[in-house]
Nanobody, 127 residues
Framework: QVQLAESGGGSVQAGGSLTLSCSVT????????LKWFRQTPGKEREAVAT????????YYTDSVKDRFTISVDYAKKTLYLQMNNLKPEDTAMYYC????????????????????WGQGTQVTVSS
């Protein structure tokens, strides 16, 4: 497993914003699949945003579309998740993940497809 360094979680009120960061130095060369997952107690880890560096394509789960933006700063070798208009249901532990995958697999890749993982950062949204 490749350890990625995450930062940026915290507590906000509903309607607020947070930006998560993840160092992806090893994955800014070639075509990599980068994802943000989130997990709440007793539930499976779900992918909320995906970025494929091979074409700059981004994908989002329906519940975060138009509120979350995934992006990569190649100069800083950092993956971001900008989260706006946060809702209490966005409360979760957020994890970044990275792997070299083909473009067809990337959008549907699950936890088991990734070797690079962040340590997780807690996001808490109060109503």
């Amino acid at each position: 497993q490749v350890q990625l360094a995450e930062s940026g979680g915290g507590s906000v009120q509903a309607g607020g914003s947070l930006t998560l960061s993840c160092s992806v130095t090893e994955y800014t060369y070639g075509s990599a699949c980068l994802k943000w997952f989130r997990q709440t107690p007793g539930k499976e880890r779900e992918a909320v945003a995906t970025f494929y560096t091979g074409g700059g394509l981004a994908y989002y789960t329906d519940s975060v579309k138009d509120r979350f933006t995934i992006s990569v700063d190649y100069a800083k070798k950092t993956l971001y998740l900008q989260m706006n208009n946060l809702k209490p249901e966005d409360t979760a532990m957020y994890y970044c993940a990275a792997e070299f995958l083909n473009p067809k697999l990337c959008p549907v890749a699950t936890m088991s497809d990734f070797r690079g993982w962040g340590q997780g950062t807690q996001v808490t949204v109060s109503s």
